[in-house]
Each structure stands twice: as C-alpha cells, then as structure tokens.
C-alpha cells in the first residue's frame, strides 16, 4: 500500500521535473560579486550594485555549518551548505537599500546591497 | 536557545498550517488521518534526503538547482490542490448529505486524500530539510550552547504544532454547511500563493525574467520577512493565502491565473456533474 502510493507519488512529481529539465539548456552562468561567509558574518557586508539591472552574488560558506542567505526586500531565500558556493541572483533593483541576512545565525549574519 | 526556538517555529507554522488546512478540509472523509500521516512521514524522509544532497541539488541546473527544485515541488503542490478541489466540488454536497458510504465516492476521495497528502508531504519537506540543515549545524558545533539551542528547536517545534492546531480548531468549529466553502477557499488561495512563489524560485533561478518591476510595496504596514511579530504575521498571511508585500507582475498575474483556473474549474465540474448523471436526493 505505502510502496506503490510512493511510486505513484514519484511518478507525479517526475512530470513538472521533467518539464524543467527541457527548460535547463538555457541556464546561464559566469562569475558574480564574490562575498565570503565565515564565523557567520558576511565579507564584504554591505555590497554595492548597479540599479536597474539584474546582478549576481557568489556566496561562499567557509562555516561549519550551513546558511540560509535571507532577503524578503531581494525576494531571495538560498540555502548554501558547509564549505560550498552558492549563486544568489538578484533582479533588477531599484536604487536604494536592501538588509539581508544569513537566517540561521541572524545576531551577526547581517549585510546589506546598496544598489545606485 | 531563543533564537533556535524562533527559526523552528516559524518552520513549523509554515508547514503546519497547511496540514491544519488539509485536515480541516478532509473532516469527515474516511482514512484522512492515515494519509496525512503518509505525507508527514514521507516529508520527513524527504527533507532528511533532500537536507544530505542540499550541495548536489543546488549544483544542478548551472547552480540554480535549489531553485528550480522548489519551484517544481510547489507546482506539483498547486496542481494536487487543484484535483482536491475540483473533486470537492463534484462531492462535497453529497459528503454533507452524508452520503459518502457510496463505494465510488469513497475511492474517488481516497484519491483527493492522496493528492492533499502530496501536498502535506511537499510543505513538510521544505521547511523540514530547512530546520534539518539548522540543527544539523548547531548539533555539529556541540557543547553546552548546543544543547540548549537543541532544546529551544523542542520548544519552536511544540509552539508551531500547538498555533497550527489552534487554527484547525477554529475551522472545524465553522458549522459543516459552510466548512466546505471556507477551506476550498483557502486551499484555493493557498494554491495561488504557491504558484506565486513557484514563479519567484523560477525567477531566481534565471529562468523568468519579465514582468519583474513591483506593482506596490506595503512592507511599511506588514512586512512579509525578517524578525518581530508583524513579519510572524506577514509569514503567516505569505503560508496561508500568499500575501507579498512587494509583488511584481509576474507574480501577481500568476497568483490571479490561479484563481482564476481553480475556480473555472470547480464551476465546470458542478456544472457537468447537475447536467450528465443527476445525484438522487436522500428521503
């Protein structure tokens, strides 16, 4: 009974992965603003962007523990694992002050993206 | 300790109340509590795996893997809730009438129980591989700090648990006649705002990239994130019906579609059902 509602389950959810899986040819890549996580505080903290235009972060966790790089005005929640790299992706703002957080330790996982 | 016990409640409710919703919406439906226990425990299971492979999944997808899962986790969610409750609005009139020993009836609703268990499973997985990666991290520091952030996580989890059955209290008490109709309403703004946020993954993933200015901002009024009670309750209202402070177009237009699409299918399938097989009217 549990087994074959797993599979039908699994079946389920291949349709809409299948579906993005054909969407995945046109991801794009390259190299973003590099901002480093360790002893849970961001490096640099305050990060500037140019307005208007869509922007990249490569977050890099050196911490023992994972984070989850938090933004409700940058509508971003990512979660970046121990010792690993995550892209965060930021829209096109426009130009003022955007708070983020690393939600996991948020005393001193602070930053903020200045976009001008 | 409190800063633990705030992350897992807020994960908590965040799951929660959408199992309050399902239960709410399943009341008097044969075996429901057998399928949301399905969901939960598969959730769990999921959000251990998908918490072990967090590194592998967001490698996928040009580094967008994280987003793109979520993304198509969700949409499964929104089309699960879809099949609910269009399948309600073919029986749940009869469900009423307590007519539901009929033997199709009771299939067909094992059926709708199997879509919303999917749902239960998909809102645990999600915030449960979330306070999997937070307790995993302050567990692997240890000590005494450890232990008390441990139990501040017991705490957050009996908090969220307890405001999560508060709220399936305060719906089952709503008279049965209009039951139906409050929680396809909420199962149907519940749906809009996961296809909302489907889209904003599929934004961040790269993905979509037009209709992206936002429409408004009330932030100021109640803001849909970070700490203190008015974003509890911006977090709240984000779970439960999808409110964004700041949406954009994109957002906004796939919110409504939903809506729009849910409920053009409800009416279809009560129109269909008057029109094609008339339901006999119990003595």
């Known amino acids: 009974m549990l087994t074959s509602s797993i599979m039908r389950w699994s079946r389920m959810a291949l349709l809409p992965a299948s579906l993005l899986i054909v969407a995945a040819g046109c991801g794009n890549d390259g190299g973003g603003i590099p901002v ?25 966790n050196d911490d023992d523990a994972a984070e989850e790089f938090d933004s409700s005005s940058l509508k971003v929640e990512k979660v970046v694992p121990s010792h690993d790299t995550g892209n965060v ?19 001193t996982a602070q930053g903020v993206v200045i976009a001008e | 300790m409190l800063a633990a016990l705030i992350i897992v409640f807020r994960e908590v409710i965040e799951a929660g109340l959408i199992v309050g919703i399902v239960l709410a919406a399943t009341k008097g439906v044969p075996h429901r509590g057998r399928w949301v226990a399905y969901g939960v425990v598969a959730g769990l299971l999921g959000a251990c795996l998908v918490a072990a492979f967090a590194g592998q999944i967001a490698n996928l997808f040009s ?10 986790i969700l949409a499964l969610a929104v089309v699960m809730l879809t099949w609910h409750n269009v399948w309600m609005a073919g029986h749940g009139r009869e469900m009423a009438r307590q007519l539901r020993g009929v033997g199709a009836a009771v299939s067909a609703g094992e059926q709708s129980l199997m879509a919303l268990a999917v749902v239960v499973g998909v809102a645990v997985l999600r915030e449960g591989s979330e306070v999997v990666l937070f307790l995993y ?3 692997s520091q240890g000590g005494t700090t450890g232990m008390g952030m441990l139990s501040g996580g017991a705490l957050g989890l009996a908090a969220g648990a307890a405001l999560s059955a508060l709220m399936y209290f305060g719906l089952v008490a709503i008279p049965p006649g209009k039951l139906f109709s409050v ?15 489907a889209v904003l993954f599929l934004q961040n993933a790269g993905y979509v990239n037009v209709l992206m200015r936002n429409l408004w901002d009330t932030s100021w009024i109640l803001p849909d994130g970070g700490e203190g009670v008015r974003a509890l ?11 964004s402070a700041a949406p954009d177009g994109a957002q906004l237009l796939a919110y409504l579609a939903t809506v729009l699409a849910i409920v053009g299918l409800m009416r279809w399938e009560r129109s269909r059902r008057r029109s094609g097989h008339a339901v006999p009217k119990p003595a």
Do not use: C, D, W
């Open chain 2, 233 to 243: 309750i911006g977090k709240m209202l984000h779970t439960l019906v999808g409110y």
């Open chain 2, 63 to 72: 580094g967008s893997g994280q987003e793109v899962f979520n993304a198509s």
């Open chain 1, 89 to 107: 992706r930021l829209r096109p703002l426009a130009p003022g002050k955007y708070p983020f957080m690393g939600e996991y330790h948020a005393e």
């Open chain 2, 183 to 197: 929680t396809s309403g909420l199962i149907t703004l519940l749906a809009a705002g996961m296809a909302s946020q």
């Open chain 2, 137 to 139: 991290g302050i567990a």
């Open chain 1, 36 to 60: 480093t996580l360790k002893n849970h505080r961001f490096t640099p903290a305050v990060i500037h962007v140019k307005a208007n235009q869509p922007s990249l972060i490569t977050l890099t």
